[in-house]
């Protein structure tokens, strides 16, 4: 799997959008674009994916550039409930092997949203 | 409604005895994971089951132990082998598909 580079932390102000960056300029064609967060002490949540387009949830937006190395996770209007640590993957599910497929974790990005 | 239980939420066990995690989960889900995760630090995979009788080794796996005997069970043996014991541990599960994963709420392991 795609190994994926992102920010440490990042700051946020209450009410605004939240652009979330992701490197992943190893990816393959058959590998999405996952984003997942977690909240302290809590399993880690779902909120998008995507493998080529842009795409648009009740949660967020996912851009990912035109070649695929890098993408944004967009939360529109952030709040104080959206503090947590973002989780950017880069993997593919359906077609792994006993190597691969799976959703590696890296550090993620910590997002702090501030009022 | 369809989803992952982990239980207990918090687990404390004396240094040397063995304990098992429960994981179970009724979304029908082929493959279920487990991970490990320690303070300010991300998910490491123990061992993950694509499918009912099997499972493989992650990157740590050493001191762990699996058993994939139904589709919706996969519990987590940690041995006295485990050097450091204590840390937060999530299961997931997921279709063979580009679907992504749902977690449990994880069980927090202390041992004295």
């Known amino acids: 799997d795609a190994k994926t580079t992102q920010p440490p932390s990042m700051d946020c102000a209450e009410g605004r959008a939240a652009n979330l960056p992701c490197n992943h300029s190893?990816?393959?064609?058959?590998?999405?674009v996952y984003w997942y967060r977690q909240i302290h002490s809590q399993g880690p949540q779902y909120i998008i994916h995507g493998l080529k387009n842009n795409e648009t949830n009740e949660m967020a937006s996912l851009i990912i550039t035109e070649d695929r190395k890098s993408s944004t996770l967009i939360l529109p209007h952030a709040t104080l409930r959206d503090t947590a640590v973002y989780y950017c993957?880069?993997?593919?599910?359906?077609?792994?092997?006993?190597?691969?497929?799976?959703?590696?974790f890296g550090q993620g990005t910590t997002l702090q949203v501030k009022p | 409604d369809g989803g992952i239980t982990q239980s207990p939420k918090y687990l404390f066990r004396k240094e040397g005895q063995n304990v098992t995690l429960s994981c179970e989960q009724n979304?029908?889900?082929?493959?279920m994971y487990w991970y490990r995760q320690d303070p300010g630090q991300g998910l490491r995979l123990i061992y993950y089951?694509?499918?009912?009788?099997?499972?493989q080794k992650g990157d740590i796996a050493e001191g762990y132990s699996v058993s994939r005997e139904k589709k919706e069970s996969f519990p987590l043996t940690v041995t006295s082998a485990q050097k450091n014991p204590t840390a937060f541990y999530l299961c997931a599960s997921s279709m063979r598909a580009n679907y992504g994963y749902t977690f449990g709420s994880g069980t927090r392991l202390t041992v004295v």
């Open positions: 979304l029908n889900h082929d493959a």
């Open positions: 089951s694509q499918i009912v009788n099997d499972f």
């Open positions: 993957i880069a993997a593919d599910l359906a077609h792994g092997s006993s190597n691969t497929g799976k959703l590696i």
């Open positions: 190893t990816i393959s064609g058959n590998e999405y």
